[in-house]
């Protein structure tokens, strides 16, 4: 599936206050349990909004994802050394902060219905875009606990691992430099 045929058949757009997605299943009991139980609260306490996938024709959710403001900070690094090859490679010397700003995704999944169109890959790319269009929020990187079944997933899509700290662990944290996107 491309971008034009994905335009055509699905939208994006916000879940809305009040309103609550009562089916979903992507393989996954947590991503499922989120997207019908907890989008909501996140959402009432201010801390992520999700943004639903449905098909055009029949409007069924066949995807969700959900942002919240992050940050990448010294502290995720094992080592101020680690930290500091890590900027000196993206930022000329005046721009070196010890935080750079990023959106987490911090949810995300695809409906089994749909596994398979490529249209996870789509959607990272429109969020990508999304936040360097018209400089949105100022962010410099998309940031992902990713599951690491997950992992090649976003490996294909561009990400790197911040670091090696987490190697042994059930997600690793990714990020995306979005001055990297190609327009």
Known sequence: MNFEEFYHDYGIRKLEAGEHVTTFSCGDEDLDDFI?????????????????????????????????????????????????????????????????????????????????????????????????????????FLTVDAYRTAESFYLKNGFLYLNSADENQPTRLMFYDLINLDD
């Not at 935080?99 to 490529?118: E, M, Q, T």
């Open 36 to 140: 019908i139980n907890d989008a909501p609260l996140y959402r009432d306490a201010l801390l992520a909004i999700t943004y639903i996938i449905e098909r055009n024709s029949d409007k069924e959710v066949v995807g969700y994802f959900s942002l919240a403001n992050d940050r990448i900070a010294i502290k995720d690094f094992p080592s101020n050394n680690e930290f500091n090859r890590f900027r000196r490679h993206r930022f000329v010397n005046e721009k070196r902060l010890t935080n750079y700003p990023s959106v987490k995704l911090c949810r995300f999944a695809i409906s089994d219905s749909v596994k398979g169109k490529h249209i996870g890959s789509i959607l990272l790319d429109f969020m990508k875009r999304f936040f360097v269009s018209d400089n949105k929020t100022g962010c410099r």
